[in-house]
């Protein structure tokens, strides 16, 4: 018999081992899958091109963002990070794949662009080897990969580490459209989610859901991401939301009342 519910990290941990393998993406389990899919570098997925996001390019030219210090969540090749680190921020970013981050050194070292890249779950990570405050946290398509329980802990690395008056950025996938290489994430519901197992490739958003989650924060702007032609030098799709949002002075990123205690990534009691 056991009883080991004792935190809210052992409910996290409770809710990833319902995950059935096929479907995660998000565990330090999900690892080789994504060696897997960033294996043969030449397939024609889009965001495999050294291209940074067209509006990360938009938030530095229009003086939305500016320089600092800033964090890539699940940087994938890296070509968002290499972006960042060329128009001046000191950068760190991790992912899960070590295949992805090889890949993301091996592009760093051509454009001669220095980021300090890390391997592991960016849950374990930040406040250890990721350490805030960060000016910029950016994320191009990590947070959609994550299950609806994890929504907590990512709101807790924001709160941990983002700094006062910094910046979040993300990418997700925007709820009924279709992708240029499939389906544009699962429209199902965070209940639905864990009666569904076969559930995969990533869970798409509407702007009402992304500003009640990250409703702590400050939004500057939303909208779908802008169609960028093959030959164009930034990545855009249109199943994409992208969104701005400001961390005010005094203020948490954990989406809770602003009486309330932050969540953290680390241990919690209930």
Excluded at 117 to 132: I, M, Q, Y
Excluded at 195 to 205: D, E, F, K, N, S
């Amino acid at each position: 018999m056991d009883r080991n519910i004792r935190t809210v990290d052992d409910v996290l941990r409770l809710l990833d081992g319902l995950l059935a393998p096929h479907a995660d993406r998000s565990t330090a389990g999900a690892a080789s899958w994504w060696d897997g899919f960033y294996a043969d570098r030449s397939r024609p997925v889009p965001f495999f091109e050294a291209k940074p996001d067209e509006n990360l390019v938009s938030y530095l030219d229009r003086g939305l963002v500016t320089g600092g210090r800033a964090l890539d969540l699940g940087c994938g090749p890296g070509r968002n990070a290499s972006y960042l680190a060329a128009r001046g921020f000191e950068v760190d970013a991790v992912d899960l794949s070590p295949a992805a981050i090889a890949w993301a050194q091996d592009r760093a070292r051509e454009a001669g662009t220095d980021v300090r890249f890390r391997c592991g779950d960016a849950f374990d990570l930040v406040g250890t080897e990721l350490s805030g405050p960060y000016d910029l946290i950016y994320d191009s398509g990590c947070f959609h990969h994550l299950p609806p329980h994890r929504r907590i802990s990512y709101l807790g690395v924001l709160d941990q580490a983002l700094a006062p008056g910094g910046h979040f950025a993300l990418a997700c996938f925007a709820a009924g459209s279709v992708g240029s290489i499939g389906s544009a994430g699962s429209e199902v519901s965070d209940g639905d989610f864990y009666r569904q197992p076969r559930v995969r490739g990533g869970l798409a958003y509407t702007p009402e859901a992304l500003r009640w989650i990250f409703s702590a924060l400050t939004e500057v702007e939303l909208r779908r991401m802008r169609d960028e032609r093959p030959r164009s030098p930034r990545f855009g799709e249109p199943f994409l939301w992208t969104a701005l949002f400001r961390r005010e002075s005094g203020r948490d990123g954990s989406g809770g009342a602003p009486h309330s205690p932050p969540v953290r990534p680390g241990r919690h009691t209930l």
